[in-house]
């Protein structure tokens, strides 16, 4: 008898539609933040970052990058900061520089979504580092232009680190994540680490074949932010629920008690990593709006986690 019921129980569908009507623009609204980022314009930035050439840490090409990405950062309207230091590596000192794009919010809570934008040095060929070093410097640019006038509570940080390559040969001893370990110790000692409430690391998550997995080494409440944003988001088959270790610029982090995540599509089978074959050719705008759109839900969701409040 659906006639009776819907009279008995017309004043709570009612107050329901009301209720549907006031939250639904909220829901779209929040959909629609989380589903916009816009990965045709951040592949246009890694093919203009590709174009300086080989980028390693100490290098010209290095330097003119950093000084575009910071001209574009300046434009959202952010604070622009270069943290400028100097490296003791087997290669002997090379001056390098982390970017900090910060957008304040009403608390002082920072959530930082860091990626490397230096490039692996090889002499014996020509390395451009489209995926590695390239996306993450890409998806963080086209991030600031995304967060440019976005209402938020918590502060953000964007950080663009230099170093995070081995200088020498491959990932040994201390010889990697120079930037980011610089910027630990910097934080430890003005007294400003015990602020960062998150710490989102990207890396090569412009591969066009894009699988993310569960970091191993990552704090598992941001792991699951992270993912649980994703499967909402429709991403399941780009984030499948298995568990892969690699270390990243976020040890450092997860080494000084921060809660960190690596968003890393990573395989060192895939046959380009590290070589010459690291081109556009290998990238795709698709797979840096999948992450963007991620990590555009995950911000929003850290807005109102209990982790951080
Ligand atoms: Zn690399």
Redesign the pocket.
Known sequence: MPRPEFQKNWAALGAGWLLLLLVAPLCLRAEGQAGNFDGERAFADLKHLVDYGPRPSGSAALGEERQWIEGQLKQTGAQVEEDAFTASTPAGEIPMANIIAKFPGTQSHIVMVAGHYD??RFSNFRFV?AN??GSSAALLLELARELKGRKHDLTYWLVFFDG??AVRTEWEGDDNTYGSRHMVEKLSSNGELGRIAAMILVD?IGDSHLVVRRNAESTGWLVDTVFNAAHRLGYSRYFPDERWGTVDDHIPFVNAGVSSVDIICFDPNDGY??TAKDTLSHCSAESLTIVGNVVLATLADLEKSPHIH
């Open positions: 490039t692996k580092g590695d070093g995070e390559e090569m990593w590290h």
